[in-house]
């Protein structure tokens, strides 16, 4: 992984950074002292921020602000391309975490503004890019894709246990019991501390590790049985109704060419 001296925002509005992940890697738990756009042009990653718990993929980025504890973890290859953001631009996507829309012209901003160097002219051809390309953050729409995690420890040994293997049938009295809880605790506490049920939560992160499998390339019938739906078209149904679109559109597309 690449360092990243973040002094180089106190001089510029927005710094862009490109690295390249393996299978497996794992950003241990940091923070950054500037807000980030977290965005992978190839690949998909899982974040989880704090109480939540995302899975981006390359349709979608996500805004971090400064300070807010953050770990990335990467299933296949990642091909990352970061944008921090100087102190004046430290809201622009807001005080909390959220993913965010990519649009194709946000994703060739992106791209050719990685590769600008810490020192780029802000009055010249650069700066004018970096312009374009915030006016563009503010405008994408937010995109469901995260999962609020649990701080109780009982309940979090059960969501880790969903997110490992998002298919698993068990049912409410049996996470109850993983848990240690009477089934009337768990489903009190557990709405308490997500603002949902269970079945609602797992219900997201099933929708979160489909989206992961189908950016992988992976056909709708195979993730449909492996996030736990009984066929695939109860799977595309739901996936429909929840992202408004169809599985499909969610698998990989050519590689965008960079502005010149």
């Not at 393996?22 to 899982?46: C, I």
């Not at 770990?71 to 809201?91: H, K, M, Q």
């Not at 975490?97 to 600008?116: G, N, P």
Request: aromatic content about 8%; glycine content about 6%; some cysteine.
């Amino acid at each position: 992984m690449k360092t990243f001296d973040e002094a180089t925002c106190d001089s510029r509005t927005v710094v862009g950074l490109e690295d390249e992940y393996a299978a497996g890697f794992v950003d241990p738990a940091h923070r950054h002292q500037h807000a980030q756009l977290l965005y992978a042009s190839s690949g998909v990653m899982s974040v989880i921020v704090e109480a939540e718990s995302f899975v981006i993929p390359p349709q979608r980025a996500l805004w971090i602000p400064a300070g807010a504890l953050h770990e990335v973890s990467c299933r296949g290859p990642v091909s990352i391309r970061t944008l921090y953001f100087g102190d004046a631009l430290g809201n622009l996507g807001g005080d909390v975490c959220r993913v965010i829309e990519i649009s194709d012209f946000l994703k060739a901003l992106i791209l050719e503004v990685v590769h600008f160097g810490s020192d780029y002219d802000e009055d010249g051809r650069e700066g004018r890019i970096v312009r374009v390309l915030i006016d563009e953050v503010r405008a994408m729409p937010d995109a469901p894709y995260s999962a609020r995690m649990p701080t109780d420890y009982r309940l979090l040994r059960v969501c880790r246990q969903i997110l490992d293997d998002p298919s698993d049938q068990r049912d409410l009295d049996e996470y109850a019991a993983i848990a240690g809880m009477s089934r009337r605790t768990f489903t009190r506490l557990f709405r308490q501390e997500t603002g949902m049920g269970l079945a609602v939560w797992r219900q997201q992160v099933r929708l979160m590790e489909a989206v992961s499998l189908l950016a992988m390339g992976q056909p709708v019938t195979t993730v449909a049985f492996d996030v736990g739906y009984e066929s695939p078209s109860a799977f595309t149904a739901m996936f429909h109704r929840s992202f408004g679109a169809p599985p499909s559109q969610y698998r990989p597309r050519s590689p965008e060419p960079r502005m010149h």
